[in-house]
């Protein structure tokens, strides 16, 4: 059926989506106490407003489902009977979410016909993936670094073990495993890369590689293409499965229409044009038993304009033309401004192999960079001199580093800011 809809026309979407988000707002808001709740305030208070209208329903941050994940569930569903999952917490308490078998079978499904067959791979393929659990104990320094999972086919690298010492034995293991295609955090993805390039390792030749999780930069998808010999899509999604979106072979970044609808907003809540970024806001399709609606994601991305035309890969799937990266990723100005997707602005031309910015108060910036060849001190003379044209009148220091610590899920964070944010 996913393979089906890959070429319906705008009309065909807009009958399924009305359908579906119909059936999941009038469930909402009658069998989940959070939103019936919240109708019942609003009917008290003389507000007569539909709730068949999504435009009614309020802005939903994530604390208030992190503090409270039970009022999401609908009355008619017994919690212990579903799938608890929870979210990587990289910048928070993580929340847990509750999902049916049918609900995951329809994520998996959607998985595997569009994250997976588009490639040419399917779930019989061998494959690696990258993440966040450590698999053995961090201060292990000796192999295996790895489990594979004869279930799945799947080899599970821990990226918190990669380094220069240890690379050649990941690249050995995929060897060994002989793995068609790997998925994991772009910054461990390129790390593996960059190593085993400055080492003169050979690492296996892969079908392609999947980026998930992280922004995925220039730089990352060169490296990683070219030491894999393959390429290198992007993705798109998040535990509460409220939107999603893959790379398609020409480059055109698709939305599946199937997991949510997805608004583009501005600071004030105000839609923004197709073309603008925004703040996404997303409504869940698939999970009716614990649903969110207009949830805040915490990212930022510019929707496409619908043409009417199909993508030149045929998929007439809507398209994502830019994802920033999350919302808290900004520095904020002495003069009060918040700057997105200013990293270019900043490291182009810069040699580099990581970066972290961290603001320590809106006057003080700290930069943490990782050097490749002929990075020198007039490279940290740019930086500093490209921030304050950025920020304004800051104090900026650079420091050199053998390498930037991921958070305790496996994540690389290019900003790290303690000035109160949205």
């Not at 008290?44 to 999401?72: Q, S």
């Not at 400055?198 to 922004?215: H, K, M, T, Y």
């Not at 490749?372 to 044209?389: C, K, N, P, Q, T």
Request: hydrophobic letters at 40%; proline letters at 7%; one cysteine or more.
């Amino acid at each position: 059926e996913a393979h089906e809809r890959e070429s319906w026309t705008g009309e065909e979407w807009r009958a399924w989506k009305e359908e579906r988000l119909a059936f999941l707002l009038h469930r909402a808001a009658t069998q989940v106490p959070y939103y019936r709740d919240e109708w019942v305030r609003r009917r008290a208070a003389g507000d007569d407003a539909p709730w068949e209208d999504l435009a009614n329903w309020p802005e939903l941050d994530k604390e208030a489902v992190r503090r409270a994940p039970e009022d999401f569930v609908a009355d008619d569903v017994d919690r212990r009977k579903l799938l608890e999952v929870v979210t990587s917490g990289t910048t928070g308490t993580p929340i847990r979410l509750w999902r049916s078998r049918t609900m995951d079978r329809s994520w998996y499904a959607l998985f595997e016909a569009w994250k997976r067959r588009w490639y040419g791979i399917d779930r019989t393929s061998r494959w690696a993936i990258v993440g966040g659990r450590s698999v053995v104990p961090p201060d292990q320094r000796r192999p295996p670094f790895w489990v594979w999972n004869a279930g799945m086919h799947q080899l599970y690298l821990s990226g918190l073990h990669i380094g220069r010492e240890t690379v050649a034995a990941y690249l050995d293991a995929m060897a060994r495993h002989r793995v068609s295609h790997m998925i994991g955090y772009p910054s461990s993805l390129y790390a593996m890369a960059w190593m085993a390039a400055d080492q003169g390792l050979v690492a296996p030749r892969l079908r392609v590689v999947v980026s998930n999780a992280e922004p995925l930069r220039p730089e990352h998808r060169e490296a990683i293409a070219r030491v894999f010999g393959c390429p290198v899509r992007d993705t798109y999604g998040m535990v509460e499965t409220v939107a999603a979106a893959n790379e398609c072979e020409h480059g055109g970044m698709h939305l599946w229409p199937d997991v949510g609808v997805v608004e583009a907003v501005d600071d004030e809540g105000h839609a923004v044009p197709p073309g603008t970024p925004g703040a996404l806001i997303c409504t869940g399709l698939l999970n009716a038993d614990m649903p969110l609606i207009r949830y805040r994601v915490g990212d930022r991305a510019v929707l496409g304009a619908p043409t009417g035309e199909p993508c030149a890969c045929g998929r007439r799937l809507p398209v994502l033309e830019r994802i920033e990266g999350r919302s808290i990723d900004n520095l904020v100005a002495p003069d009060g401004r918040r700057l997105f997707w200013w990293d270019p602005t900043v490291f182009a031309g810069i040699p580099t192999r990581e970066r972290q910015v961290i603001q320590e108060r809106v006057d003080k910036i700290d930069v943490v960079v990782v050097p490749a060849e002929g990075f020198d001190e007039a490279s940290e003379r740019l930086v500093v001199e490209r921030m304050r044209r950025l920020l304004g009148d800051v104090e900026v220091t650079v420091r050199r580093a053998d390498a930037i610590p991921r958070g305790p899920n496996g994540k690389f964070r290019s900003v790290v800011s303690h000035v109160a944010q949205r």
